[in-house]
């Protein structure tokens, strides 16, 4: 199964869970389409989306934290980094292997659960930083 968005991932800045939401949707979509092997080009469509999005939209949440001066900024910006290069190793993963089980797998714990518990633990402090 896997993760869909809640109220429980939301951070309280409007903008922002609303990326979120974006994000965990078409990664959900990745998970699924790997899982039941959609086909090459949704797949890469999918990819294409997550990499140009995730640029986006951490680009954005980190000069957030910089702007006001949230103390978890650097350890956000270094998550990130993480978060890409996990993006990057599945994208590889299917290239060179194709759809697989292993790779569903892969996604569900290095994007998705990874991801919700990055905003729970770092990204839920933007808001107290902005008040």
Same mark, same amino acid.
């Given at each position: 199964m896997t993760l869909l968005w809640s109220n429980s991932l939301k951070i309280g800045i409007p903008e922002i869970d609303k990326q979120h939401q974006q994000l965990i949707e078409q990664m959900g979509r990745l998970y699924s389409a790997i899982q039941k092997d959609r086909g090459e080009n949704e797949i890469k469509e999918i990819l294409r989306f997550l990499n140009q999005y995730v640029i986006e939209h951490f680009g954005y949440?980190?000069?957030?934290? +910089? *702007?006001?001066?949230?103390?978890?900024?650097?350890? @956000?910006?270094?998550?990130?980094?993480?978060?890409?290069? @996990? +993006? *990057?190793?599945?994208?590889?993963?299917?290239?060179?292997?194709?759809a697989s089980e292993n790779l569903a797998i892969e996604i569900n714990k290095n994007l998705l659960e990874w991801f919700a518990n990055h905003i729970k633990s770092i990204d839920v402090s933007l808001k107290s930083c902005m008040s």
């Amino acid at each position: 199964m896997t993760l869909l968005w809640s109220n429980s991932l939301k951070i309280g800045i409007p903008e922002i869970d609303k990326q979120h939401q974006q994000l965990i949707e078409q990664m959900g979509r990745l998970y699924s389409a790997i899982q039941k092997d959609r086909g090459e080009n949704e797949i890469k469509e999918i990819l294409r989306f997550l990499n140009q999005y995730v640029i986006e939209h951490f680009g954005y949440e980190e000069s957030c934290m +910089l *702007r006001y001066q949230c103390p978890v900024a650097q350890k @956000n910006s270094t998550k990130h980094k993480e978060f890409k290069a @996990n +993006l *990057r190793a599945i994208e590889e993963e299917f290239k060179t292997k194709g759809a697989s089980e292993n790779l569903a797998i892969e996604i569900n714990k290095n994007l998705l659960e990874w991801f919700a518990n990055h905003i729970k633990s770092i990204d839920v402090s933007l808001k107290s930083c902005m008040s």
